[in-house]
């Protein structure tokens, strides 16, 4: 038998828990460009409202989430933003 993973504490708390996760996520079919965009806008509006969007986005990080809209990033920027924490650390370093 699986032992469930622990759930963040702040997923409770966050402002996507209250609506249909759609937003967040590609869906299954082909998606245009401008419905991306969309799609992703409305994930984003959600995440400024919320309280744990840090919280949510570091997580996305440490996990290395693949998919989706995290901390009001998606996959994409998540992946710049951690080539550019390690850059940094690189140079405090050297």
Request: hydrophobic share 35%; proline share 6%; net charge positive.
């Amino acid at each position: 038998m699986l032992t469930p993973v622990p759930q963040p504490t702040w997923r409770g708390r966050a402002e996507c828990q209250r609506t249909n996760a759609v937003h967040f996520f590609a869906p299954a079919h082909f998606e245009r460009k401008d419905e991306k965009d969309l799609r992703e806008g409305q994930a984003r509006a959600l995440c400024r409202a919320c309280p744990v969007q840090k919280a949510c986005l570091e997580y996305s990080l440490t996990v290395q989430e693949p998919h989706g809209i995290w901390g009001g990033l998606n996959e994409l920027e998540r992946r710049r933003l951690l080539r550019k924490r390690a850059a940094e650390a690189q140079q405090r370093t050297a």
